[in-house]
């Protein structure tokens, strides 16, 4: 059945929930997510929220940190925003009823992670996401005027040109993949807050969920899109990884755990001079290179120092998950890199407004220039509630004094596809297949001739794609794969773009930073319409 609404959501983790919260008391809220409303990333944050929350940190330390760790492309403006308006919405979370660990004195217990030159990540355990998940869950339970809809998977986005001819986006074209039905969701406004992408590559951090839906739907939209090939690299997953990999907090090496080769050999002080605190990427390349200089599968996270109580009651997921697999974690930690978290996304402004108008974009999906070429920890969490509350600010704006543009109902049937053809090879192979080549060739370290192949190979896979997405029935992993296939394509083309090394970017053709050309974002686009 088709639906009109003031505001079209689609994602539930904490960009979404936050934007729909600050919406609520002024528009009717439509949110729609592809499974149950608490299956986000977000659920998976381990580590914690960044602000600047103690005694002893300021706004130009923790700007500074971002600035660092982004290697030369963070947007300065984005930064500062980021960080200024960071406190007043880690603390509107905990009205909402986050609950963070304290020091005995009530304070907030805060930690130090990876880039950060001072104690500013509030926490809660080793399971910060999940909190916050659930605290704005039940914010939105009690809200009237927002609506969720769970097991609906957006499919594409409307565009329709305005009475000038320019392309507006008018809502979303809805897949209830519990009965395989699609319906027209019309919305004056819409906000893609949809996640990442991990499931682009075969180990991730991520959820099956994590597949780039939001990106690829803006792209085919006519979206700007920026930054895709920065793709962070957690350094510390558990090894073996599983799907989704368990992700081993950076908080532990805050508190003093140390990375180490499998014969004991402290080797990050050889790559940096922060040691196993050094920024991500840094981490990750050292990591990735001691495995494949020794033949090895993995390294070790060394908790010895923190061993006994500290560990276990601050970081209970994580003893949970080593002794799940048959291990004490004080005998010390398997870890090996997993993809983590996309740094481009949907290009938008400091109010989370995208190249096309009428979208929105916040969270994970967008590149709001705070990353940069790589994310401080923790700094993810931070930037979905400081842009979701900015764009909440101008849409309740545009809602009292903009008469935004509101298409027509559609003059045409929307296709429907046939039924599936048993024929075509499975849409799990394809995807597993996807994510192999994507792990192999546009990986931690690239090269011309590895991204030359993932292009060509993406391709095949696409084109086939296409004929299945085209002349058989709409489905959840038909559309997911379609969307995987298509930020796949984006990472290859902006790695490919980008001809220099820098942060997430690293390439054994052009090693080194070429500022003279590549201090830039690396900005693509479309021409409206959709295809396959």
Known sequence: MDRSTDVLVI???IAGLTFALKLAPRARVLLVTKKERADSSTNYARGGIASVLGDDDRFELHIQDTLVAGAGLCHPRAVEVLVTEGPARVYELIEWGAQFDRDPGAQLSLGREGGH?????AHAGDHTGHEIETALLAAVEAEPNIEVLEDHLALDLLVTPDPAGRP??????VLDHRVGETSVVRARFTMLASGGCGQVYRHTTNPDIATGDGIAMAYRAGARIANMEFIQFHPTALFPTEDPAFLMTEALRGEGAELR???????????????SLAPRDVVARAIDHEIKE???THVILDVSRIAGEKLESHFPAAVEACRDRGFEPAEGIPVVPAAHYVCGGVLTDSMGHTS?????????VACSGVHGANRLASNSLLEAVVFADRAARLVSYRLQTDAAYVAPPLRRELPKPGPEDPGLPGIAARRAELRGLMWDLVGIVRSDERLERAEADVAR?????AVRWLSTRWTADGAELRNLLQVAELIVRCARLRRESRGLHYTLDHPHRDNERFLRDTVISRAGGLPW
């Open 356 to 364: 096309l108008a009428g979208l929105y974009a916040t969270g994970e």
């Open 168 to 173: 507006v986006c008018t809502g979303a074209l």
């Open 117 to 121: 030159s001072r104690r500013r990540i």
């Open 294 to 296: 020794r033949g090895e």
């Open 11 to 13: 994602g539930s983790g």
């Open 261 to 275: 080769t499998l014969d004991g050999r402290a080797f990050m002080p050889e790559y940096h001079p922060l040691g």
């Open 461 to 465: 896979l696409a084109a086939a794609e």
